[in-house]
């Protein structure tokens, strides 16, 4: 069985533009969770779904960033404009329901110049 | 919130080894896990492990939630294992991970 699916691995960026980032999640799993990791602050969640409805979003740096679920099967998380401070590495990770290991995918290593 | 604890911060083991590493919670809650970050970047799960021990090849973990601490025990250490350990605590969803525990595992 596949695991959590991430695209890009790696997306490098001017400062400005607008980043997508996407995760397919194992199939199954109805708990959906996006994390940054960084040298300074390490690995912080952002927000997580469930059942496709966001939960808690009170990660989220700041207005620039936002998530959605439309179905299932995909997550995205866009960030509009990006700036060099958000430079990390975004994993997404999965989780079935009534349990509470959660599965990580490879993550997504931004860039933003 | 959640403040989690790990111990030692860097670890330098001889290929042959043995180790424990360890995960001071702040608060009793009914959710451990320790993951290890490969070389690569990519996180894998070790352990589930909300209370008692469990025990997997060369790896075990014990958690006694009552006093807040998990150990996880690296047995005949392999330069494979080499990495960032790191425990995580919190609700069910809602995960807050320790600062981890980087092993180099040399020959």
């Known amino acids: 069985d596949a695991g959590v699916i991430q695209s890009p691995r790696h997306e490098v960026t001017e400062m400005g533009q607008e980043v997508t980032l996407r995760c397919k999640p194992i199939s199954g799993h109805n708990s959906l969770f996006w994390y940054r990791q960084t040298m300074m602050r390490g690995l912080e969640l952002l927000i997580y779904f469930n059942n496709n409805v966001p939960i808690d979003d009170s990660g989220m740096p700041e207005d620039r960033f936002s998530a959605k679920m439309p179905n299932a099967s995909f997550s995205t998380l866009k960030i509009q404009p990006s700036e060099p401070r958000d430079s990390a590495v975004y994993f997404c990770a999965s989780k079935a329901g009534g349990t509470r290991e959660q599965y990580f995918g490879p993550g997504t290593r931004l860039t933003v110049t | 919130g959640i403040q989690v604890e790990q111990s030692p911060p860097d670890l330098i083991l001889q290929e042959g080894a043995n180790s424990t590493l360890r995960c001071n919670f702040s608060?009793?809650?009914?959710?451990l896990q320790w993951f290890h970050q490969n070389p690569w970047g990519q996180l894998i799960n070790l352990f589930y492990i909300p209370s008692g021990t469990k025990q997997n090849g060369r790896l075990s973990a014990t958690t006694v939630a009552t006093e807040r601490y998990s150990l996880l025990y690296i047995s005949s250490s392999q330069t494979t294992d080499s990495g960032v350990y790191f425990c995580?605590?919190?609700?069910?969803?809602?995960?807050?991970f320790g600062t981890g525990t980087r092993l180099q595992v040399t020959l």
């Open positions: 608060d009793s809650v009914n959710n």
């Open positions: 995580a605590t919190g609700t069910a969803s809602k995960l807050t």
